[in-house]
């Protein structure tokens, strides 16, 4: 007995609760950011992690704090120096292996509870991010092949009306409207107009080049094509402009919700491993307290030298559930 109570001292067993706790607060935290929840399911399974787990947190202090004032109180130490003094009393016997029984049922609930809270957290679907992921990925492919998309009609537009701006100004410079009544001159029109070596002439020349470029980007103008039409083409392809950068804008912030629903996803794998790491925390806490449990109900308890043994395991066990009670106090 007095080997077992040496193997059980405080500075050699104490409580590790460390992952129990850090599962705890990596759930709760994770559900009170409220990244996750513009995915529903994910979301919802996150919350019941960690309502779960901070109930399971709270009931393990509560156990432990019961557990502590029952050792605290139970005078096991008095009874031993009262037997010290007047010998092996049966009455005193009697009161410390009752004394001993109820440290034992307290035991017997503090470990019920915490195996109750391993099996019902197993019983919790884990987290499974791989559907959102999945379909995510795929929007995102969509959402950036449709940027890319914009992107380019944007460009074709801005150059179709650049070329239109050129070819304005320069028939403007010409004085188009009053020389050809608005309408767009051919190439030879052009020609005839320019002197050789005026002014006319190279702005004659400018006229025609962007006519040229103009349409190359346009396509053939028809004869009937007019200044004035010019410029209702300029504005509808601003109008289009206008509409598709709103788009590509639109179609930006949603590829970054898109990308930021991807990055807390990332989370949840984290999450995941906790979760077992809590699992197995659990399952060596119950165990522990089971050892403690096993010296207890095996000590004979009818002698002093017995009795001493119960009195050092109480204050390993005390020692115990108060680191218990201290770690989960500052996890929280």
Same mark, same amino acid.
């Given at each position: ?12 067993? !104490? ?16 559900? !009170? ?53 007047? =010998? ?12 001993? @029984? ?10 019920? =509870?915490?195996? @109750? ?21 795929? !929007? ?57 070596? =005026? ?98 109900? @095996? ?34």
């Amino acid at each position: 007995m007095n080997a077992k109570v040496s193997y059980l001292s405080p500075s050699s067993q !104490q409580p590790k609760l460390d992952e129990i706790l850090l599962t705890a607060r990596a759930f709760l935290l994770e559900w !009170q950011q409220g990244n996750l929840k513009p995915l529903p399911a994910l979301y919802e399974s996150i919350e019941r992690h960690a309502k779960f787990l901070n109930s399971a947190t709270e009931r393990m202090a509560t156990q432990a704090l019961r557990m502590e004032a029952e050792l605290h109180a139970s005078g096991m130490e008095d009874i031993v120096d009262a037997i010290e003094d007047i =010998g092996e009393d049966p009455e005193l016997l009697l009161i410390a292996q009752e004394t001993t @029984n109820k440290v034992l049922s307290n035991l017997t609930l503090q470990i019920r =509870g915490i195996k @109750n809270a391993s099996i019902d957290l197993s019983g919790l679907s884990a987290p499974d991010a791989s559907r959102d992921e999945a379909r995510l990925l795929r !929007q995102q492919m969509e959402l950036e092949t449709t940027s890319a998309v914009l992107k380019a009609e944007i460009d074709a537009e801005s150059s179709k009306i650049e070329a239109l701006h050129t070819a304005l100004k320069a028939l403007e410079a010409i004085d188009v409207e009053i020389k050809f009544d608005g309408q767009v001159p051919t190439p030879e029109q052009l020609a005839a107009l320019a002197v050789p070596g =005026g002014q006319i002439a190279l702005l004659s020349e400018a006229a025609a080049q962007a006519l040229k470029d103009l349409e190359k980007t346009l396509g053939k103008l028809s004869s009937d094509f007019n200044y004035s039409r010019l410029q209702a083409e300029r504005r509808q392809l601003a109008l289009r402009l206008r509409t598709l950068q709103q788009n590509l804008t639109a179609n930006g912030r949603n590829l970054a919700v898109c990308r930021q629903q991807l990055k807390a996803l990332e989370h949840v794998p984290v999450l995941v491993a906790q979760r077992k790491a809590c699992l197995i925390a659990l399952n060596v806490l119950a165990l522990a307290l089971e050892s403690f449990f096993n010296l207890l109900k @095996n000590a004979p308890g009818k002698r002093i030298e017995d009795l001493r043994a119960i009195d050092a395991l109480f204050k390993v066990l005390l020692a115990y559930q108060r680191s218990m009670i201290k770690q989960i106090s500052n996890a929280f």
